[in-house]
T-cell receptor, first 112, second 110 residues
Framework: DAGITQSPRHKVTETGTPVTLRCHQTENHRYMYWYRQDPGHGLRLIHYSYGVKDTDKGEVSDGYSVSRSKTEDFLLTLESATSSQTSVYFCASGPARNTEAFFGQGTRLTVV | KQEVTQIPAALSVPEGENLVLNCSFTDSAIYNLQWFRQDPGKGLTSLLL?????REQTSGRLNASLDKSSGRSTLYIAASQPGDSATYLC?????????FGTGTSLTVIP
């Protein structure tokens, strides 16, 4: 398996607080992604990165920001968490555009 | 926007049976299609990747086919085993992202 780790694995936070999720990969992959998985919706792309400091929005980016200061790390920040952001968040990476994607184990976030 | 549909949503079969999972997509302008397996509470494990120029890929008891013009892919599992029980997801790449179906939940009964 590709070396992708997410932290934390579980988090409960209060509405209105900022939250940062971390994704770390050891594969030197250029592309990294953040998805959320919700019942009935499948996985939906939040943001992706195509290199250090190069990021772009996905289809459900409102309320989220990302940063990538190093190849191996991709951070997802919820500026002010809302209950609608309760979800399972998955990070993925791939060596190039349109190649195989490898996923982390997920972070279960609950906003109360 | 690309829409990916997987039918059926759930499937239960006896051990040893061969089975087919279906995936359809609305925009045939894809770069590749990937099948994943997801166990409860776990991440996604990549099973097979089919490039848009390919018709099928095989790995062990798994065979995935792709008909880009009709917007369809199938995942064939031979001689199913209880350990195959999981949710199977297909995803199509149209550029910088994958679009996912909602999955087929497979139960193989011993």
């Amino acid at each position: 398996d590709a070396g992708i780790t997410q932290s934390p694995r579980h988090k409960v936070t209060e509405t209105g607080t900022p939250v940062t999720l971390r994704c770390h990969q050891t594969e030197n992959h250029r592309y990294m992604y953040w998805y959320r998985q919700d019942p009935g919706h499948g996985l939906r792309l939040i943001h992706y990165s195509y290199g250090v400091k190069d990021t772009d929005k996905g289809e459900v980016s409102d309320g989220y920001s990302v940063s990538r200061s190093k190849t191996e790390d991709f951070l997802l920040t919820l500026e002010s968490a809302t209950s609608s952001q309760t979800s399972v968040y998955f990070c993925a990476s791939g060596p190039a555009r349109n190649t195989e994607a490898f996923f982390g184990q997920g972070t279960r976030l609950t906003v109360v | 926007k690309q829409e990916v549909t997987q039918i059926p949503a759930a499937l239960s079969v006896p051990e040893g049976e061969n089975l087919v999972l279906n995936c359809s997509f609305t925009d045939s302008a894809i770069y590749n299609l990937q099948w994943f397996r997801q166990d409860p509470g776990k991440g996604l494990t990549s099973l097979l990747l089919i490039q848009s120029s390919q018709r099928e890929q095989t790995s062990g008891r798994l065979n995935a086919s792709l008909d880009k013009s009709s917007g369809r892919s199938t995942l064939y599992i031979a001689a199913s085993q209880p350990g195959d029980s999981a949710t199977y997801l297909c995803a199509v790449s149209t550029g910088n992202q994958f679009y996912f179906g909602t999955g087929t939940s497979l139960t193989v009964i011993p």
